[in-house]
């Protein structure tokens, strides 16, 4: 059972795709940081999976519990806050880490606080997008294989253009909560871990895997970001246990792949 630190039985319920990070990895990021037991259904429950597809990927007027139905996975079950004490069903990565954020102790607790945090994740998840993309970028049902040649003029275009773009933005947004909020270069907003630090360390975690010729050469320009900030929300407690534990997947065909050819030359 995932984070079991906790004798209690888990109140959230994660609905994922076993076998990759994927964008599941953002809500798991937040539920390891906060040190609240989570269900990782597919994973720790027998035929878990088949639940996941009942809730997420059924084609029917309703994903379960009276909930309106889930375009796709991640999603996030949550017995007894639904209406008449049934199950709540939430569906899309930044909608079930705002429900999360008060609640596991990720948000600030100043409003304006509240809306930068959501403000980096809903940019930081535009960039996860495109990573993407750069492996796919004319069908996802087609292989890799089918679109190799739009995929190299994709990722030379992300990482000459886009990647700078972002790391820029999320160094700016760095350097302004050290200098007002008391950050101290390692938190994003204010002075404590937020979900907004573990969605962009995912995601740069992720660059490093696929693109490290090109982060290595990027971490020259932004040494603070992908250095000290990076390294630090590595360190936080929760974090670190969970990134040595057998929880963590490593990356494999998900979001981030590391084709060579895609990498700087």
Same mark, same amino acid.
């Given at each position: 059972m995932a984070q079991s630190t906790s004798k209690e039985q888990p109140k959230y319920e994660l609905l994922y795709h076993p076998g990759i990070p994927g964008r599941g990895e953002f809500i798991r990021l937040s539920f390891e940081a906060s040190g609240v037991p989570y269900l990782d259904v597919a994973r720790d429950q027998e035929d878990g999976?088949? #639940?996941?597809?009942?809730?997420?990927?059924?084609?029917? @007027?309703?994903?379960?519990?009276?909930?309106?139905?889930?375009?796709?996975?991640?999603?996030?079950?949550?017995?007894?806050?639904?209406?008449?004490?049934?199950?709540?069903?939430?569906?899309? #990565?930044?909608?079930?880490?705002?429900?999360?954020?008060?609640?596991?102790?990720?948000?600030?607790?100043?409003?304006?606080?509240?809306? !930068?945090?959501?403000?980096?994740? @809903? #940019?930081?998840?535009? @960039?996860?997008?495109?990573? !993407?993309? #750069?492996h796919h970028p004319i069908a996802v049902m087609k292989y890799y294989e089918d679109q190799k040649e739009e995929a190299l003029k994709k990722a030379q275009d992300v990482r000459e253009n886009r990647i700078p773009k972002y790391l820029s933005y999320f160094d700016r947004v760095r350097q302004h909560n050290e200098k007002s909020s008391g950050g101290q270069g390692k938190y994003l907003v204010g002075n404590k871990l937020t979900y907004a630090d573990t969605t962009i360390w995912q995601i740069l975690d992720g660059l490093f895997f696929a693109f490290p010729k090109e982060m290595a050469a990027r971490k020259k320009e932004f040494p603070d970001l992908l250095g000290s900030f990076y390294e630090s929300v590595k360190s936080e407690k929760g974090i670190k246990e969970y990134l040595s534990s057998k929880r963590r997947m490593p990356y494999s065909e998900g979001i981030f792949r590391h084709y060579p050819e895609l990498d700087r030359q």
């Open positions: 999976y088949s #639940t996941v597809q009942q809730f997420c990927m059924n084609k029917g @007027l309703e994903s379960g519990d009276g909930n309106p139905p889930v375009f796709s996975p991640p999603a996030l079950r949550v017995p007894g806050a639904g209406k008449d004490g049934s199950a709540l069903v939430i569906s899309q #990565t930044p909608n079930i880490l705002w429900y999360l954020g008060d609640r596991l102790g990720m948000l600030p607790e100043d409003e304006a606080g509240k809306y !930068h945090v959501q403000q980096l994740v @809903l #940019t930081a998840l535009d @960039l996860n997008n495109e990573v !993407h993309d #750069t």
